[in-house]
C-alpha cells in the first residue's frame, strides 16, 4: 500500500525521484546492499511525506534487514515526523519493534508528535504485563512534563485513559494499592488548581481505594477534594457517608444520608453513563440502609429506609429493603434475648420463637447470598437456631407438654433445607426418620422435593420418594384433588424422565410406565383433570416411545400400556383431535 501511495506521489514531485531512487533498492529483487543517499538539501513538507512512506515500506519489506535505513530515512523527515502508520506497524512486530520505538522516541525527543511514542511505549509495556518498567516510563513521562516539555492536550486525555482502565483492571481484581498508584499518577498531571468532572471522579476513584484499603482519613480528604467541585454528585455523597458510617460517627452518618437523600432528587447530580434503571439514584438509599446495618447503624439505617419509602415510585424496592432490615435485626437482636429469659415453661416457648424467626432469616440470607462461603456460614448458623429450637422443644415435651407443636413441620422443613444444600452427612437419618412419621400431609412432602432440588443441594432421588409418597397420600383419600395430583404426578415425571434422557434403563422405564397407568385410572374417573396436563403426559408418552424406537427398542416403545393409553386417552377426550403437528411425528 505504502509503495502505490509513493507512486502516486512521483509524478507531482520530479526533483526528488533520484533522492527516493537513492534510498530504494531496484525492484523486482531488492538490493540488500544498496545504499542511502542523504544529500544536504532542505526538506519540503512533500519530501518529507515521501521519506515518511519509504520508512514504513522498509518496514513492511524486510524489517530485520532494514530497520537502520527505515530510521535514517526517518531523521530525513526529522522536519514533520509522524508516528500513526508506525504504530501499527509496531505493534503487529512488539517483538522486534520494540527497542526500535524507544529509538525512535528519544532520536525525535524535541517532536510535537513524540508523545504519541511515549503514548504506545507505555501501552506496550503493559501489554506486556511489563508494569513496573510502564511506571518507570510514565514517572519519566511526568518528570518531563513539570520540567516544561509538557504534553500536548489531546496526548495528555489519552494517557489519562490509560492510566484509569490500569487503575480500573487493578480495582476489580482487588489490587487497590496497585489501583490507587495507577489513579495517582493520573493525577499528578493536574496542574495546580485546575479541577473539572474528571478530576471530581478521580478523586472519588481514590477515595474508593483508600476505603478498601481502611486508610479512612486519606479517603476523606480524597471525597472533600471532589466535594469543591461536585458536592451535589450522588456518588461523591455516598462515599462521604460510607466514611462517616465507617468511623462510627452516627451524628455524621446522619447529616450524610440528608446530603444523599437531597442528591437523590437533583438530576443533574446524577452521572448518566452510570445511573441506569437497575442502579437508579433510589438504589443508593437501599444500599446506604444496607451498608448501615451490616455496621451497626440501625438508626441511619432507619432515616435511609425512611428517605427510601417517600422517594422510591417501586414499591417491590421499598419492600424489600424494609425485608433486609427486619431479617437483620431478627438474626441480631433475638439471639440475644432469648438467652436473657429464665427457664420457665412460658418463657421457654418464646426463645423458641425467637429462635425460630432467626433460623428463617438466616435461611432467607442465605437463599439470595452471592458467594458460596457466605452462604455456608448462613445456613450453618441457621442450622444451630434450629437445633437450639429441638432442645428447648425436648425439654417442654419433659415438662409434660403433649400439645400439638404448630412449629413443628417448618422446623422440621427448616432443617432438612439446611442440611441439604449443605450437603451435611446428618441429612439421611434425618429423612429416614420423616419417612415413618404417621401424619405426614402432602404438602409437606411435595415442599421436601423442592428443597431437595433448590440450589445448591441437588438431591433427585430423595425427590422422588417424597413426591411418590405424595401420589400415594392423594389416591389415598376420598376425593382425589385432581389440581394438586396433577401438578405433583408431573415433577414426578419430569423428575424421573427428563427430557435429555428419554431412553431410560428398563426398570427406571417400568417404574415410569406404572406411573403413567395410574394417571390413566385418575384421568378416566374424573371430567376435572386439567387438559393442558393430559396433552402434556400424551407428548411425554409420544417422545419417549420415539426415542426408543429410533434406538431400535421396538418393545420398549410401544408398550401394551402405551397401547392402551393411546386408546383412552383419543377415544374418551379428544377423539382424535389433537394433530399430529403438536405431538410430532414418529
Given at each position: ?102 529509538t525512535v522516541c528519544d532520536r525525535f525527543e524535541s517532536s510535537a508528535d513524540v508523545g504519541k511514542g511515549f503514548l504506545l511505549h507505555v501501552k506496550l509495556l503493559l501489554q506486556r504485563k511489563e508494569d513496573q518498567l510502564a511506571k518507570k516510563k510514565v514517572e519519566d513521562i511526568l518528570t518531563a512534563h513539570h520540567a516544561g516539555k509538557e504534553l500536548p492536550p ?65 479517603a476523606n480528604a480524597a471525597v472533600k477534594e471532589a466535594e469543591r467541585f461536585d458536592a451535589a454528585n450522588i456518588f461523591t455523597q455516598f462515599i462521604i457517608f460510607k466514611i462517616a458510617v465507617l468511623r462510627d460517627n452516627t451524628e455524621e452518618a446522619l447529616t450524610a444520608v440528608d446530603a444523599l437523600e437531597k442528591s437523590v432528587g437533583n438530576s443533574a447530580a446524577q452521572e448518566k453513563e452510570m445511573v441506569k434503571e437497575e442502579n437508579s439514584s433510589t438504589a443508593f438509599l437501599t444500599f446506604a440502609a444496607q451498608f448501615a446495618l451490616e455496621n451497626g447503624q440501625q438508626d441511619v439505617a432507619r432515616r435511609a429506609l425512611e428517605y427510601l419509602s417517600q422517594h422510591s415510585q417501586d414499591l417491590q424496592q421499598v419492600l ?267
Open positions: 500500500m505504502c509503495v502505490q501511495r509513493c507512486k502516486d506521489l512521483l509524478p507531482r514531485l520530479p526533483r526528488v525521484v533520484s533522492v527516493f531512487k537513492a534510498g530504494c533498492p531496484s525492484p523486482p529483487k531488492p538490493c540488500r546492499k544498496g545504499s542511502l543517499l542523504l544529500p544536504d538539501f532542505h526538506l519540503d513538507p512533500d519530501l518529507a511525506k515521501v521519506l515518511r512512506l519509504l520508512a514504513n515500506t522498509y518496514l513492511d519489506w524486510d524489517w530485520p534487514w532494514y530497520q537502520d535505513k527505515a530510521l535514517k530515512t526517518l531523521n530525513l523527515a526529522k522536519e514533520a515526523p509522524r508516528f500513526s502508520y508506525l504504530h501499527m506497524c509496531l505493534l503487529a512486530r512488539d517483538s522486534v519493534g520494540f527497542d526500535f520505538l524507544k489531546q496526548i495528555l486525555s489519552w494517557l489519562h485513559t490509560i492510566l484509569w482502565d490500569r487503575a480500573a483492571q487493578n480495582f476489580e481484581a482487588q489490587n487497590y494499592f496497585e489501583a490507587l498508584q495507577w489513579y495517582n499518577y493520573s493525577l499528578n498531571f493536574y496542574p495546580s488548581g485546575q479541577m473539572d468532572a474528571d478530576f471530581a471522579k478521580l478523586q472519588r476513584n481514590r477515595a474508593s481505594c483508600y476505603i478498601h484499603l481502611k486508610q479512612l482519613e486519606k424489600t429493603a424494609l425485608k433486609v432490615f427486619i431479617i437483620h435485626l431478627c438474626s441480631t437482636y433475638f439471639p440475644q434475648l432469648s438467652q436473657l429469659c429464665p427457664s420457665e415453661k412460658t418463657v421457654l416457648t418464646s426463645q423458641k420463637a425467637c429462635l425460630l424467626m432467626v433460623a428463617a432469616a438466616d435461611l432467607e440470607l442465605g437463599r439470595s447470598a452471592s458467594e458460596a462461603s457466605q452462604q455456608t456460614e448462613l445456613l450453618s448458623r441457621a442450622l444451630e437456631h434450629i437445633q437450639g429450637c429441638k432442645e428447648i422443644s425436648n425439654v417442654l415435651k419433659l415438662a409434660g407438654d403433649g400439645s400439638k407443636d404448630p412449629t413443628e413441620n417448618l422446623l422440621l422443613l427448616y432443617e432438612i433445607e439446611a442440611r441439604a444444600k449443605l450437603h451435611d452427612a446428618g441429612l439421611t437419618s434425618l429423612l429416614e426418620s420423616v419417612w415413618e412419621l404417621p401424619q405426614l400431609e402432602t404438602k409437606i412432602l411435595e415442599t421436601i422435593a423442592s428443597v431437595a432440588m433448590e440450589h445448591p443441594a441437588h438431591y433427585p432421588d430423595i425427590a422422588k420418594k417424597a413426591l411418590r409418597k405424595a401420589l400415594s397420600l392423594y389416591l389415598q383419600g376420598e376425593s382425589i384433588d385432581v389440581a394438586k395430583f396433577s401438578k405433583c404426578l408431573h415433577s414426578f415425571i419430569n423428575l424421573s424422565l427428563p427430557d435429555e434422557a428419554l431412553s431410560t434403563d428398563v426398570c427406571s422405564l417400568q417404574d415410569i410406565w406404572s406411573t403413567f397407568e395410574v394417571a390413566l385410572r385418575v384421568i378416566s374417573h374424573s371430567v376435572k383433570y386439567p387438559q393442558v396436563e393430559i396433552l402434556w403426559l400424551m407428548t411425554k408418552a409420544w417422545n419417549t416411545g420415539v426415542s426408543q424406537y429410533k434406538e431400535g427398542m421396538y418393545i420398549r416403545a410401544c408398550p401394551p400400556m402405551k397401547n392402551r393409553a393411546a386408546r383412552t386417552w383419543n377415544e374418551e377426550r379428544y377423539s382424535g383431535a389433537v394433530s399430529r403437528s403438536v405431538l410430532g411425528s414418529s
